[in-house]
């Protein structure tokens, strides 16, 4: 009984969230959070074999040894990238027919937050590249 419920309301989602690609707007967006997640993902898989075992990612820490972690750790910022994305398109799709203003700017505030974290994990691969 209780899958039965979670698989009514997982379409229910899926479709709200399908919702969202007729609005150019917001459609608009998406096609933004998939190229930059194809950046981010391409440009990672083509250098990470060449990466040296530690790489600079923790900017806030004082300069040296403190600095740096496992390159395993670029793995999460396309990783952050796909989650963020599919919360928000989630979120976006179930409030869309009662918020539209609301909907689109979850979207492009989600633009944002992919360009940064693109734009972060890019400025590693070229400092370490």
Do not use: C, H
Request: glycine content about 14%; hydrophobic content about 55%; proline content about 4%.
């Amino acid at each position: 009984m209780m899958q039965k419920e979670f698989l009514l309301n997982l379409n229910r989602v899926r479709e709200q969230s399908g919702r969202i690609w007729g609005d150019g707007v917001s459609s608009l967006g998406i096609k933004v959070w998939l190229v930059l997640l194809g950046i981010t993902g391409v440009s990672l898989g083509w250098v990470y074999g060449r990466l040296p075992p530690e790489v600079p990612l923790w900017f806030s820490r004082p300069w040296g040894e403190m600095q740096l972690g496992l390159k395993g750790w670029l793995l999460v910022l396309p990783g952050s990238i796909l989650v963020i994305d599919i919360v928000a398109a989630t979120g976006a799709g179930l409030i869309y027919g009662r918020e539209k203003l609301l909907a689109r700017m979850v979207v492009w505030g989600t633009v944002v937050i992919d360009f940064l974290l693109s734009y972060a994990l890019i400025r590693i691969l070229l400092l370490v590249g």
